[in-house]
């Protein structure tokens, strides 16, 4: 590896991260979630994020290992508690308006040989924790961003059949390709990249579809869509108006589907990493909505423990297109990663919606989103459905069908 190319890749990403993810303003507070093995990439975002006017910059460490002796050897009612001062933190930081930044560098399957059902405990509690900024989150008030970052072990589980040194390379390699960090004016890239993506958006808003029929082999699904509902990709805006990108990279545009209003069978198309398990070949069953059958080959009991993490988690609250030809999908390559995977791919998310799904969702109660037909849980997890061989339809009110994908990509218009 070229050392120095490397590092202005590097320094590409962290610039792309606070200026495209989080449209980080002078003065603002920024507060950076982060796995221990990110620690180069932390230490060169909060350089950058001091050197743009960040007034401070708070790092809160996590670290699986820690969890895991906590999941193993912590007394069970302890796994589903968490600290009151770790509630007041998040309100102080939202109320602050600080941006909210999580490196995460993750082992696909940290959790994988411990009891379930304290993993089950552990991650329900982990997702309460998350709701104070969750629903700060959804509703506009703060920026966001998730960003990712190669660890070696991760690395080998991507790339096996390479040395460990080899794979790391090769995975921060694909990491700069696929945030688009890979080039001279990074910023300028993703500039456009975003306008393609809203411009999808808004040709999607303008049909006003009333459901979506996806086909591919083991999935016939059709989702109904809310009245007003909005699709969004690219980026979402504050209540303040700053525009900020949340996921680094994206590919997707995404609506929500009609929480009472999806019904047929769906199939996943690639490994699902979820409490440090992973979970693979899932069928759901839906009936007005509801999940009614699930199957896994394998990380079932985990799935179940999600589905059944309250009412809303039976239900789904995301259907998001990603075509074939985009770049992340045309690697060809499973980074048991849910960024880069749902990003490569079709996907649904298990849970609750986002209110930006809907017009003036970011201004409703959860009971408003409720009825305009917007799933709430404490949950949203991604699970990849997208294959070369996967139809969609649009229905227009009036039964009209409208081909959206053909063979896993979007039809091309002349
Ligand atoms: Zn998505
Ligand atoms: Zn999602």
Redesign the pocket.
């Known amino acids: 590896m070229n050392e120095r190319s490397h590092e202005r890749k590097l320094t590409n990403l962290a610039e792309v991260t606070l200026t495209i993810g989080l449209n980080l303003q002078e003065t603002q507070t920024l507060n950076i979630n982060a796995d221990l093995d990110a620690a180069p990439f932390v230490r060169k975002v909060t350089e950058i994020a001091y050197k743009k006017g960040a007034r401070h910059v708070h790092v809160n460490w996590m670290d699986q290992e820690i969890s895991k002796l906590k999941i193993k050897h912590a007394p069970e009612e302890s796994l589903s508690e968490f600290p009151d001062w770790s509630k007041h933190r998040s309100e102080e930081l939202v109320k602050q308006k600080a941006a909210f930044l999580s490196i995460r560098s993750t082992l696909p399957e940290a959790f994988s040989g411990l009891d379930p059902d304290r993993v089950g405990t552990f991650m329900k509690t982990s997702a309460m924790e998350l709701q104070q900024i969750s629903s700060a989150r959804k509703s506009g008030k703060i920026a966001f961003c998730i960003v990712c970052v190669p660890n070696e072990k991760w690395a080998q589980r991507v790339y096996p059949n390479v040395t460990p040194e080899e794979a790391l390379d090769k995975l921060w390699e694909a990491i700069f390709q696929m945030t688009r960090v890979d080039c001279d004016e990074p910023v300028e890239q993703w500039k456009a990249h975003i306008g393609s993506l809203l411009s999808k958006v808004d040709e999607l808003n303008a049909k006003r579809f009333k459901q979506l029929h996806i086909e591919a082999p083991g999935t016939d699904l059709v989702l109904d869509l809310p009245d007003q509902h909005l699709w969004v990709g690219g980026g979402a805006v504050t209540q303040e108006g700053l525009f900020f990108t949340p996921n680094l990279p994206t590919e997707e545009v ?1 609506t929500a589907p009609k929480k009472n209003g999806v019904n047929g069978t769906v199939k996943s198309t690639m490994p699902l990493i979820y409490g440090g398990t992973a979970i693979e070949d899932i069928e759901l069953t839906f009936e007005a909505g509801k999940i009614t059958n699930v199957y896994a080959s394998k990380g079932i009991e985990t799935l179940k423990h999600l589905i059944n993490s309250d009412d809303g988690s039976h239900f789904l ?2 259907v ?1 297109l990603v075509p074939e030809d985009s770049p992340i999908a045309k690697r060809n390559t499973i980074f048991y990663n849910t960024l880069f995977d ?1 990003n490569a791919s079709c ?1 649904l ?1 298990i849970g609750s919606a986002y209110p930006l799904c809907i017009e003036e969702g970011t201004n409703m109660t959860s009971e408003e989103l409720n009825q305009a037909g917007l799933n709430t849980s404490i949950t ?3 699970f990849m459905i997208g294959s070369p061989e996967m139809n969609i339809d649009g229905i227009h009110p009036d039964g009209r069908r409208e081909q959206l994908f053909q063979n896993g990509c979007w039809i091309k218009k002349n």
């Open positions: 995404f609250g995301e998001a749902e996907h998310a949203h997890v991604d």
